[in-house]
């Protein structure tokens, strides 16, 4: 089979340019005069037309664990995501240097080499950004909601059903409804920089497709998820319906047409996220009181750790990079020198714990990336393993994501905050889905009160579902009536998972006062 090419891999591309049939590499715009050496490249280029965007600064008022935080120590999906892009930005140059010796076609110079820290740095910090309100239980409620919308059966119940709203001209296709069905942030990420994100056209961000690739963390569309008792076990997907062009672009670019594989750089971003969520989990647990460093470093887990060390010294130690036992006996001694009397013991002793773990996690990721199993995911075999799930590590990982369920994912402020999401998403659904339906259909009659709802969405989102049947037509509002039920759900959608939590919470408050 045909390895992947790090040449195709770094493929900096434009999508504006793809589309217009214009290969041609947009670096020259940028040259800087001969005896300079520009070391800038297009995923720098990337990150600095995008870290402006409104994309990005509502990451600050998303939840990461806890949400609706007074607190500015706890992390929000803004301090997650630059967490994140620091870390994989970090094990990207590390991995860049290790295959630099190997002579590695792709990392030839110092210029080459950078462009993998250079992608990671970009896609850390925009990994998340699809997120609704409310984290990963806001994906659950937007999920759950479109399950029941598009179940015939739920009518009985008395509950909104697509059937009785539904336009015959322009109804919903099944691979279309699986978009809301399986809803996932990854895939409406993919959707803000391709369109959202508006810009000058419909190419919204205009990011290179080696970012967008990157990004892409399940390489298939909504129609191929699956549940959890099926034997693939694809519960997220990567794109949506709307934006199969980019996928099929990565395909012919750079992947050499091979269906479901991921981005080598993708591994190291998915690893760069766990490494960065499961610790500051921990953390802001603590510093919330939910957890006591005598519920983290019980006996029992200090003996999983030693063990687990001794597992990786025995397994990655023989390459030389990073001693796995001196960091152990280091933490160790750091751990046994603090007094208990000094203000925020248990806070620090998680910090140090998390330090030390980071760095091992780390470099299990750099040499598993480089070693183990590196002829797999450049001839695409590896799949969709991650590249923390060896058994050392998972033993560790285990007891932590356990401790942070039973202490602080199960507290009753956590729970009534997620009850709090889930009435807000919920009812703004309710309101918002049957008013944008009836713009056109012959079937029901709109209200008054949906008209309105309707011309409370930003303009924004009508816009963009408008604006490739009409760039240049100052009557785009006219081609509203003309969308399918597909493209009006959609607005709805882009809607309410672009809100923040606190926007989100103050919309539902104020339609449900009467105040709107």
């Known amino acids: 089979m045909t390895k992947l090419n790090w040449e195709q891999l770094f493929f900096d591309v434009r999508i504006r340019d793809l589309n217009n049939n214009n290969n041609n590499n947009n670096n020259n715009n940028n040259k800087f005069p001969s005896n300079i050496v520009?070391?800038?490249?297009e995923f720098d280029r990337d990150y600095a037309r995008i870290i402006y965007s409104s994309s990005v600064r509502r990451l600050q008022d998303k939840t990461q664990v806890f949400p609706l935080q007074q607190n500015d120590f706890i992390r929000t999906r803004l301090t997650h995501s630059l967490e994140v892009s620091s870390l994989s930005e970090s094990m990207g140059w590390q991995i860049a240097q290790i295959l630099h010796t190997r002579n590695v076609e792709g990392f030839e110079d110092l210029k080459k080499l950078k462009r993998l820290p250079s992608l990671l740095k970009v896609s850390?910090?925009?990994?998340?950004?699809?997120?609704?309100?409310?984290?990963?239980?806001?994906?659950?409620?937007?999920?759950?909601?479109?399950?029941?919308?598009?179940?015939?059966?739920?009518?009985?119940?008395?509950?909104?059903?697509?059937?009785?709203?539904?336009?015959?001209?322009?109804?919903?296709?099944?691979?279309?409804?699986?978009?809301?069905?399986?809803?996932?942030?990854?895939?409406?990420?993919?959707?803000?920089?391709?369109?959202?994100?508006?810009?000058?056209?419909?190419?919204?961000?205009?990011?290179?497709?080696?970012?967008?690739?990157?990004?892409?963390?399940?390489?298939?569309?909504?129609?191929?998820?699956?549940?959890?008792?099926?034997?693939?076990?694809?519960?997220?997907?990567?794109?949506?319906?709307?934006?199969?062009?980019?996928?099929?672009?990565?395909?012919?670019?750079?992947?050499?047409?091979?269906?479901?594989?991921?981005?080598?750089?993708?591994?190291?971003?998915?690893?760069?996220?766990?490494?960065?969520?499961?610790?500051?989990?921990?953390?802001?647990?603590?510093?919330?009181?939910?957890?006591?460093?005598?519920?983290i470093y019980s006996k029992e887990f200090k003996s999983v750790i030693e063990n687990s060390i001794s597992e990786l010294a025995k397994r990655f130690d023989k390459i030389g990079r990073f001693n796995y036992q001196k960091r152990f006996d280091?933490?160790?001694?750091?751990?046994?020198?603090?007094?208990?009397?000094?203000?925020?013991?248990?806070?620090?002793?998680?910090?140090?714990?998390?330090?030390?773990?980071?760095?091992?996690?780390?470099?299990?990721?750099?040499?598993?990336?480089?070693?183990?199993?590196?002829?797999?995911?450049?001839?695409?075999?590896?799949?969709?393993?991650?590249?923390?799930n060896i058994e050392p590590l998972e033993n560790i990982l285990n007891h932590i994501k356990d401790l942070i369920f039973k202490k602080a994912f199960s507290s009753a402020e956590v729970l009534e905050l997620e009850l709090v999401g889930d009435t807000v998403i919920t009812k703004l659904l309710d309101l918002f889905i049957p008013a944008i339906l009836k713009i056109s259909c012959k079937n029901s009659t709109k209200t008054k009160k949906e008209e309105k709802l309707v011309r409370l969405i930003s303009d924004n989102f009508l816009y963009v579902q408008c604006l490739p049947k009409s760039l240049n037509d100052k009557d785009w509002r006219l081609r509203i009536k003309e969308l399918t039920d597909y493209e009006k759900i959609q607005i709805v959608v882009d809607y309410i998972s672009g809100m923040t939590d606190s926007y989100a919470v103050s919309l539902h408050k104020k339609l449900m006062n009467g105040r709107m």
């Open 38 to 41: 520009d070391i800038q490249n």
């Open 330 to 388: 280091t933490f160790s001694n750091t751990i046994n020198k603090l007094s208990k009397d000094i203000p925020d013991y248990d806070l620090i002793c998680s910090q140090n714990l998390k330090s030390f773990l980071q760095s091992i996690m780390i470099y299990v990721v750099i040499d598993r990336f480089t070693d183990e199993v590196y002829d797999q995911i450049m001839s695409g075999n590896f799949k969709n393993e991650a590249l923390l």
């Open 124 to 295: 850390g910090l925009l990994h998340d950004l699809g997120n609704p309100p409310f984290g990963h239980f806001g994906e659950y409620v937007i999920k759950n909601w479109f399950s029941n919308f598009f179940n015939e059966d739920s009518k009985e119940n008395n509950k909104l059903n697509y059937s009785t709203l539904k336009s015959e001209e322009n109804m919903i296709t099944e691979d279309e409804k699986c978009d809301f069905k399986y809803f996932d942030g990854n895939a409406q990420g993919i959707r803000i920089l391709s369109r959202l994100q508006l810009l000058n056209d419909e190419f919204g961000a205009n990011l290179t497709l080696a970012t967008l690739a990157t990004l892409m963390k399940y390489p298939w569309s909504s129609s191929n998820v699956k549940c959890k008792d099926e034997n693939i076990g694809k519960e997220k997907f990567g794109y949506m319906c709307s934006e199969k062009t980019i996928n099929q672009f990565i395909l012919e670019n750079m992947m050499n047409n091979k269906e479901e594989v991921r981005h080598p750089a993708t591994f190291i971003l998915e690893a760069a996220d766990d490494i960065a969520y499961i610790m500051a989990d921990l953390e802001d647990s603590v510093k919330k009181r939910l957890i006591t460093w005598n519920d």
